[in-house]
């Protein structure tokens, strides 16, 4: 199948959102010198337009922000009347953004969030009895790693709270870079394009192989190889610890072919719980195990790959609380 695309055609539409972004730069410097600071009929605009973004809704926006639905179409019509262009186009499930809405959004989102976190970070930068630490992590390395550090941290400052987010390594680095979440704790690699960023180093992982006793006769696995006769269950081949393992079991001619990909660790434990084959894991997930007696760590004659686990964050929007839970997992001692 072949497409033909109208170059004029989309040259026009590139110089158009161009000119799109330039207003809306003019816009916010505009609202910001009109007397020094943006006020609140400025402020409710653009946090309507946020809430009508994410919700998709007029009737839903109205229920969130707890006015009228007119209220609600009357000052999305004084912002698109102001930037010049429609934010919003009507569907049989509700609104959807255009394509100048999407590009809006990208732009006060990150504003209403560096806002929020300019504004905590003043009342609290000196003050550990309240606060916020919000962390991006997969959910198996918030179990054994940052639980006992959660722990031991909330007894020292009980008045932190912590927010677990598990996603993706990519969707984490989105959050960070909007200001979503002040921390992502993961394996390398970790690529924040934000020239803020700094990265420390907290511990080295060790992967392992294992399986359910029950089900497989001990020491039925003595080399790599082996593991080619038997069912594997894997992390999918996009993680962080599969791509290593891929390239470690290449490098010695070894091609796996598991039966089971999974992105989650728990699905992963349970299959092999069953019974359902061999998988491989971070070390630390099958020491914590409490029925672990039933289960057998392989060994080879030469060490399996291992991972960096890291701490990643934006140094310029460093908290204090942040700074001192970053210091107390970094310290060795």
Partial sequence: MFYIINIESYKIQQKSLDFFLDKITKEIYNIFNRGGFMDNKDLNLYKIFLTLYEQKSISKTADVLYVSQPAISYSLKELELRLGYNLFYRNHNGIEPTLEANELYSYIVTAFNIIEDGEEYVRKMNNLNVGVIKIGVQSHIAVFYLSSYISKFRKRYPGIKFEIISKSTVDLVEMLETRKINV?????????KEKSTKKIMLSKLQNCFVYNTNYFKSGCINEEKDLQNYPLILPS??????????????????????????????????????????????????????????????????????????AVYLEKFETVALKKFIKMMSNKK
């Fill in 184 to 192: 992502i704790v993961d394996t390398l690699p970790i690529r924040v």
């Fill in 237 to 310: 081949k996009t993680a962080s610890i599969r791509l290593k393992l891929d390239e470690y079991m290449e490098s010695k001619g070894i091609k796996l072919s598991p039966v089971i990909e999974s992105w989650t660790t728990e699905f992963m434990l349970e299959m092999v719980k069953r019974g359902d084959g061999i998988g491989y894991f971070t070390k630390n997930v099958i020491d914590m195990q409490i029925d672990k007696d039933n289960f057998e760590v392989i060994t080879f004659n030469d060490a399996l790959p291992s991972l960096e686990l890291c």
